[in-house]
């Protein structure tokens, strides 16, 4: 048990729809990174957020959005879905994610599905 | 150019034997760190291991050890008496100290079979 929760655990969306992804980080955990695996993949990385604001992002278009509340909680909106957002979404907590060592909490994934 | 390649898509060992999974990396940074991460077919990553880049010592945690060359860059993993339950996806990421914000970047994973 990392402590890192996620939700829901699966989702079937249409092509066009959009989504929120939930994510519960480790109390005291000020980092959290989401991640994009798709099937057969290592995972991408999407955006970080440090204490409410986004500090990192990877190659991903502008419709893939997040937010983090002081509660340790986060989410992730894709708006605009398409064919090749089918994956499993991955979020992780990491205390401060400054130091090199630091290590990443994964929670369990979301896996989507678009039709 | 691939920061982190594992070469063997999968890899099948005997239970209880040991088996060597291989990773390699390219950084121009003095200051990162490898980490190795386990996903089992329920999809959650599991971390397993750490190496600094400054450490003089390989890692060990438990059955798990990794064989850190730094000048041929490269950090594989060793699995030392093979479980059933080690079956499972296998993730090498690196972290670099001058991509703050960046987060990991992993490779694209070797898949272990335990035989029994």
């Known amino acids: 048990e990392t402590g890192v929760t996620q939700s829901p655990t699966h989702l079937i969306k249409t092509r066009g729809q959009q989504v929120t992804l939930r994510c519960s980080s480790q109390?005291?955990?000020?980092?959290v990174s989401w991640y994009q695996q798709a099937l057969g993949q290592g995972p991408q990385f999407i955006f970080q957020y440090y204490r409410e604001e986004e500090n990192g992002r990877g190659n991903f278009p502008p419709r893939f959005s997040g937010l983090q509340f002081p509660n340790y909680s986060s989410e992730l909106n894709v708006n605009a879905l398409e064919l090749d957002d089918s994956a499993l979404y991955l979020c992780a907590s990491i205390l401060r994610g400054t130091e090199v060592q630091e290590t990443q909490y994964f929670g369990p994934g979301t896996r989507l599905l678009v039709l | 150019a691939q920061k982190i390649t594992q070469t063997q898509p999968g890899m099948f060992v005997q239970e209880k034997e040991a088996v060597t999974l291989d990773c390699t990396y390219d950084?121009?940074?003095?200051?990162?760190?490898l980490f190795w991460y386990k996903q089992p077919s329920s999809g959650e990553m599991i971390f397993l291991i750490y190496q600094g880049s400054y450490d003089e010592q390989n890692a060990t945690e438990g059955r798990y050890s990794l064989n850190f060359q730094k000048a041929r860059k490269s950090a594989n993993l060793v699995i030392s008496a093979s479980q059933l339950g080690d079956s499972a996806m296998y993730f090498c990421a690196m972290r670099e100290a001058q991509r703050y914000g960046q987060n990991f970047v992993f490779g694209p994973g070797t898949r272990l079979s335990v035989l029994p």
């Open positions: 109390s005291g955990h000020n980092t």
């Open positions: 950084t121009s940074d003095q200051s990162y760190g």
